[in-house]
Structure formats: C-alpha cells, structure tokens
C-alpha cells in the first residue's frame, strides 16, 4: 500500500507540494467548504492543530465545492475567510475535487484506504477527515458530523 507522500498537491498560494514534506508528522486530511453547515468545525479543527502541532500533527486542508456549491470562492477568498473568522494556521490547499472523474489522486488514495459506511468509497459531504499516522498511511475515515474534539485521543495515541 503506498504512502499519502507519493501524491503532490498544489498550495492555496498556487505552489505545488510534495506531501513527502509531511513525513514523520501524524495528519488530518479534510475537505473542506466555507459556507457548509459544519464551517464551524474550522474552529475544533484549530483547536487541534493548536493542541498537538508541538507534538508533530497538522490538519490539511482541501476546499472543495462539490457538495452544494458550498465553496463558492477562489483560493484568496478562502483563505481570507478562514484565516480572519478562525484564524488558521494549518495548510490550506486549492480547491479540488474529492469525488467523480476529476478527483484528486490523493484523494482517490484515501477512500480507498479507508472506505466509509457500508464500504463505500465516495466522499458523502464536506468535513468528512481521514486520519493518516506518521508513516503516511490512512488509519481512519470519520464522517462530517464527527466532531474534531471527538478526534483528539486518536490523534494522541499515534503520536
């Protein structure tokens, strides 16, 4: 099975990356949207990154506008957004697309390392987060209405 650090990604700034750069740390991939009824989420998410980022642990984070139009925006809006109503400090990525022919092969990778209810592969809607260890593999998928503080004793247990 390979690792999350064979995939790239481009940056909200518009700079590509390799998720290699990520090695050693424990991860929260979510896809993300700023006008969702879980947007509040950002704030645990925060939270969590605040709580554990000394230990080696970062969110990811991927606007995606698949799921209601729910991210409307570009990748400076986003980041506006989320940097001056959550004041984030976790990675923010450009908009992708998380399910259908388009998907982002990173994404692809996740659902297929960790299928959701009833073995489905398909991103149901925003704020779904895969949780990845320190050598880069998926260890578990929650859905949006997983809480990020409900997150916090498996993040802690992989680091």
Request: hydrophobic letters at 40%; one cysteine or more.
């Amino acid at each position: 099975m390979s690792a999350i650090y064979d995939f790239t990604a481009t940056q909200a700034n518009g700079e590509d990356i390799s998720l290699a750069e990520f090695k050693g740390r424990v991860l929260l991939i979510v896809n993300t949207a700023s006008k969702c009824g879980f947007t509040p989420q950002y704030e645990g998410l925060e939270a969590l990154q605040r709580q554990f980022v000394d230990q080696g642990f970062s969110i990811l984070a991927f606007p995606c506008n698949q799921f209601g139009g729910q991210e409307p925006g570009d990748e400076a809006q986003i980041v506006e957004f989320c940097s001056t109503r959550f004041d984030t400090t976790f990675p923010l990525f450009a908009k992708i697309d998380v399910n259908g022919a388009n998907a982002h092969p990173l994404y692809r990778h996740l659902k297929r390392a960790a299928s959701g209810v009833l073995g489905t592969q398909r991103v149901k809607w925003n704020f779904t987060k895969f949780l990845v260890d320190a050598e880069g593999q998926v260890v578990r998928r929650y859905g949006p209405s997983t809480k990020p503080a409900a997150i916090a004793k498996d993040i802690a247990a992989l680091l």
